[in-house]
């Protein structure tokens, strides 16, 4: 069983920064990939970035540029840092990690709210 903490959602106006995080917790584990997805009122769970075990990032166009995907393997976070945040970006935003030979699990979700 693996436990996922997220921290750093909030609230911000448009154009500011913040940094979420999400730190993987359990036994005997190998990660593969770690993201995060957002879910928007109304709308469907979508992917915002996912960083695979080498490295390797797959980032939504409506974020490229604005939003940076890291992870570190040692601590078993991931972090998504977020710039020039935008009113549309407002949603709750879920981590997710696929554990080697297992499943993914998901976060409880943040709120991110970005008011104009």
């Known amino acids: 069983q693996v436990q996922l903490v997220e921290s750093g959602g909030g609230s911000v106006q448009a154009g500011g920064s913040l940094r979420l995080s999400c730190a993987a917790s359990?036994?005997?584990?190998?990660?593969?990939?770690m993201g995060w997805y957002r879910q928007a009122p109304g709308k469907q769970r979508e992917l915002v970035a996912v960083i695979s075990s080498l490295g390797i990032t797959n980032t939504a166009v409506a974020v490229k540029g604005r939003f940076t995907l890291s992870r570190d393997n040692a601590k078993n976070t991931v972090y998504l840092q977020m710039n020039s945040l935008k009113p549309e970006d407002t949603a709750v935003y879920y981590c997710?990690?696929?554990?080697?030979?297992?499943?993914?699990?998901w976060g409880q979700g943040t709120q991110v709210t970005v008011s104009s």
């Open positions: 997710m990690v696929q554990v080697v030979g297992s499943r993914a699990y």
């Open positions: 359990g036994n005997s584990f190998n990660l593969n990939a």
